[in-house]
């Protein structure tokens, strides 16, 4: 990179014309660090350095025997920035400007060019002097019950006070907060421009006095208090030959009048999220919620909403509603590579978003992965690894469905009801297969716009894995015939969840905040009850069968509790930690079944560690045979107690990177996982309070996200720094980083076929946490 920056820079300056330069540095100097980045701004981005890589392209392009093209330009990367005083003027007036805004009304501001051969380095240099800070504010609101209205909110909003510094963006806020306030007290012809601000700046100690005035409208005394009177919603296609004939119109109570000409649509599932009411007080907040529940229900493309005058003081409030196509189908499919293991996963989703009139939404998603492992012997088929099918049906209902009325009205988070049943059939080379069959009914809600409920009271399933006979027979002569018969049966399950979130909101913005969330599931709670008044039938183990097959018993705990710092501009610190345990009892004391047990390692945990290749606790694969290492793979590393923690530093690199943001992060993590009890497949994984201090694993590296605004591409690369599958000093692998060569040999003796690898590579959409 280093050389393309010094190859970029030289190239582009032997292109130049006589007399022109490439301008290579900006900088201003002598203001508040905390007004940089906005001062910045004010410097056109014709004469800021250019992007190195976006250049290089333009030169690769549109060089032409030692020149730059003069016609036939192609339009690709970026053109050289070149110097140009004027413009530098300019800069030096918007930034002293800028200044005098933030209260710096005696600032200076001069430049510097400093050319070097055919490069240009441009130095602003700010003198700011005292700020002005405000003596009196006076308030001029021409109607009285508007003075009343802002004496009594002010205090919730209003920064504009005697001895502050003077700021414009601060009246700015103040217009917007006080155009705000008067829409949500039903004045709905208020306007921004009935607020002017008067500032006189002549006083001396760098004093100024402020005046701001409201205004009545034109030729009026007073501003008018609207009320709603009546609700007019059309729906319609946006292509004439969709709609039908003849609309379909209802009346609803409240002055409510619905004309649906698609003939598809419920009235009283739309009507519930209009939240301005016959005789309600005009309110922008409504109208905004309004439109933010109507396109939550993810069924209309385009949400219009108007008003019209019946008379002086009342509002008709008409919505136009236009909806997405009511079916559509997706088909995404994915390579996959790591370790000597490839494979590709392929899905297909059908969506319908109107099912039965009232906004509920059908998916039926179909997934089938496959991996193949070239370690294997034989052609293509005979190398399969491991193959995963998997058949989900969801139906969402907009609204809370109980046996007894819920009074919910959807003004913090859209409701909704779920219904979901799964199916997954897995199959893993010579070694495991498992079915699986689920139901579910779940309810999302939120308190507040910012606390999210998520409860699942039914959650019913099936549950048949199988192991290989002769890996299973193998597994028994070796001393782990516990779990062989933890995982060689059918089991069902009975039970509950709980999800509660705090936050989830604010997890895209730039902004000081504590993230949380906790999870409880819980099984066979009931059936445990059931058991002591009912004779269920016992097997060989012990264990109480419903439907001719053990049911689960567990208890399993989650909680992810995050604080996010922000640091101006993109610089964000994200400090995270996440501990769980899962407690199996009573009718299934022996072992948690794999699904509901935690996992090391992963692009969204620590990422020095490939998923499910750390712990549980000191476990070193080389205790078991090659073919037990290799057959084992993704069944050995479980465990039911999870420590996870990471420290995150985020900032912008590059604004414009082929059209996207480059952001950066360095991070670490910390972790690992252990089994509640000692377990004979797993030496050392067992969780000890003397010990687990020096179980945890240690992780470090750097990152890339690729920010196109609607997601964001990520890559990272985790160095492993301590590995708990070692022992003392040896744990501190990042000592080995450079003689890695020899220790990877060592570990390919002990540990073949696993190979080593000191740094794991995470390519991933979105951001880990």
Same mark, same amino acid.
């Given at each position: 990179m280093l050389l393309l920056v010094l190859f970029t820079s030289c190239r582009s300056t032997g292109l130049l014309e006589e007399g022109q330069a490439l301008v290579t540095k900006t900088k201003i100097e002598g203001i508040d660090p905390k007004f940089e980045e906005q001062a910045d701004a004010y410097i056109p981005l014709d004469i800021r350095p250019n992007s190195r890589i976006n250049l290089f392209i333009y030169n690769l392009a549109n060089a032409r025997n030692g020149r730059y093209r003069t016609v036939d330009i192609r339009n690709v990367g970026e053109p050289p920035h070149i110097l140009d005083s004027a413009l530098v003027d300019f800069s030096t007036q918007q930034i002293n400007r800028y200044l005098a805004s933030k209260g710096y009304f005696n600032a200076e501001v001069t430049n510097q060019i400093i050319l070097k051969g055919k490069r240009a380095h441009l130095y602003f240099h700010a003198v700011p002097g005292e700020p002005f800070t405000l003596r009196h504010v006076d308030m001029d609101i021409a109607d009285p019950r508007l003075a009343r209205l802002y004496d009594e909110q002010k205090d919730g909003f209003s920064k504009i006070k005697p001895g502050v510094r003077y700021d414009a963006d601060s009246l700015v806020a103040e217009r917007e907060h006080i155009y705000h306030l008067m829409r949500q007290h039903g004045y709905y012809d208020y306007l921004r421009q009935y607020?002017?601000?008067?500032?006189?700046?002549?006083?001396?100690?760098?004093?100024?006095?402020?005046?701001?005035?409201?205004?009545?409208?034109?030729?009026?005394?007073?501003?008018?208090?609207?009320?709603?009177?009546?609700?007019?919603?059309?729906?319609?296609?946006?292509?004439a030959g969709l709609n039908q004939p003849e609309p379909k119109e209802t009346e609803l109570p409240g002055n409510l009048y619905f004309e649906d000409r698609t003939g598809r649509f419920l009235s009283p599932a739309i009507a519930r999220y209009l939240f301005h009411r016959h005789g309600d007080r005009y309110n922008v907040d409504m109208e905004n919620l309004t439109y933010d529940r109507l396109y939550e229900l993810n069924g209309f493309r385009s949400v219009k909403i108007s008003y019209s005058k019946?008379?002086?003081?009342?509002?008709?409030?008409?919505?136009?509603?236009?909806?997405?196509?009511?079916?559509?189908?997706?088909?995404?499919?994915?390579?996959?590579?790591?370790?000597?293991?490839?494979?590709?996963?392929?899905?297909?989703?059908?969506?319908?978003?109107?099912?039965?009139?009232?906004?509920?939404?059908?998916?039926?998603?179909?997934?089938?992965?496959?991996?193949?492992?070239?370690?294997?012997?034989g052609n293509l088929f005979n190398r399969v690894f491991n193959n995963d099918f998997q058949v989900g049906v969801n139906v969402t209902v907009p609204r809370l469905i109980t046996p007894f009325r819920v009074s919910h009205?959807?003004?913090?988070?859209?409701?909704?009801?779920?219904?979901?049943?799964?199916?997954?059939?897995?199959?893993?080379?010579?070694?495991?297969?498992?079915r699986y069959f689920s139901n579910m009914v779940s309810y999302n809600w939120f308190d507040t716009r910012y606390k999210q409920h998520n409860l699942t009271p039914l959650v019913l399933e099936y549950r048949y894995g199988q192991l290989n006979s002769e890996f299973a027979q193998r597994l028994i002569d070796q001393g782990f015939l516990l779990y062989v018969r933890s995982n060689n049966r059918a089991y069902f399950g009975l039970g509950s969840q709980y999800a509660y979130t705090v936050n989830?909101?604010?997890?895209?913005?730039?902004?000081?905040? @504590?993230?949380?969330? =906790?999870?409880?599931? $819980?099984? &066979? /709670?009931?059936?445990?009850?059931?058991?002591?008044?009912?004779?269920?039938?016992?097997?060989?183990?012990?264990?109480k069968e419903v439907l001719g097959v053990p049911y689960l018993q567990y208890a399993k705990a989650e909680t992810d509790l995050r604080y996010y710092k922000y640091f101006g501009g993109d610089r964000q610190l994200v400090l995270r930690l996440n501990p769980g345990v899962a407690i199996p009892y009573g009718n299934n004391s022996s072992l948690l079944i794999f699904e509901k047990s935690f996992f090391g390692g992963g692009m969204n945990g620590i990422r020095a560690w490939q998923a499910r290749t750390?712990?549980?606790?000191?476990?070193?694969?080389?205790?078991?045979?090659?073919?037990l290492r290799?057959?084992?793979?993704? @069944?050995?590393?479980? =465990?039911?107690?999870? $420590?996870? &923690? /990471?420290?995150?530093?985020?900032?912008?690199?590059?604004?414009?990177l082929l059209g996207a943001k480059l952001k950066?992060?360095?991070?670490?993590?910390?972790?690992?996982?252990?089994?509640?009890?000692?377990?004979?497949?797993?030496?050392?994984?067992?969780?000890?309070?003397?010990k687990f201090l020096g179980q945890i694993a240690i992780g470090a590296g750097a990152g890339l996200r690729f920010d196109l605004d609607y997601f964001v591409i990520r890559f990272d690369a985790g160095i492993k720094i301590r590995d708990p599958q070692f022992s003392g000093a040896k744990q501190w692998v990042i000592s080995e980083l450079f003689n890695s060569r020899a220790f990877k040999a060592q570990y390919r003796v002990t540990n073949a076929p696993d190979r080593y690898n000191f740094v794991q590579y995470n390519f991933g959409i979105g951001m880990p946490f």
């Open positions: 607020m002017r601000v008067d500032v006189d700046s002549s006083l001396h100690s760098n004093q100024a006095d402020l005046r701001l005035v409201v205004d009545n409208p034109e030729g009026k005394a007073a501003h008018t208090k609207f009320t709603i009177d009546s609700s007019f919603v059309v729906i319609r296609h946006d292509r019946p008379d002086s003081n009342t509002l008709n409030a008409h919505y136009e509603l236009i909806p997405r196509p009511y079916m559509g189908n997706q088909i995404e499919g994915e390579y996959t590579f790591n370790a000597g293991m490839s494979g590709f996963n392929i899905g297909n989703t059908f969506t319908h978003r109107n099912l039965f009139g009232g906004m509920e939404q059908l998916e039926i998603k179909l997934r089938y992965g496959v991996l193949f492992d070239s370690r294997l012997p009205t959807g003004k913090n988070g859209l409701p909704r009801t779920i219904f979901s049943t799964n199916i997954q059939a897995f199959d893993q080379y010579r070694t495991y297969s498992n989830a909101l604010r997890l895209t913005r730039l902004e000081d905040f @504590l993230y949380f969330r =906790g999870a409880l599931d $819980l099984s &066979g /709670n009931l059936l445990g009850l059931a058991s002591e008044v009912i004779n269920f039938k016992q097997n060989e183990d012990g264990e750390l712990g549980p606790g000191n476990y070193n694969r080389e205790v078991l045979d090659p073919d290799l057959n084992f793979r993704n @069944l050995d590393q479980l =465990g039911e107690i999870k $420590l996870e &923690g /990471n420290a995150e530093y985020r900032f912008k690199v590059m604004n414009d950066g992060a360095a991070f670490a993590d910390f972790g690992n996982i252990w089994r509640i009890r000692e377990n004979a497949l797993n030496p050392g994984g067992e969780f000890r309070f003397d």
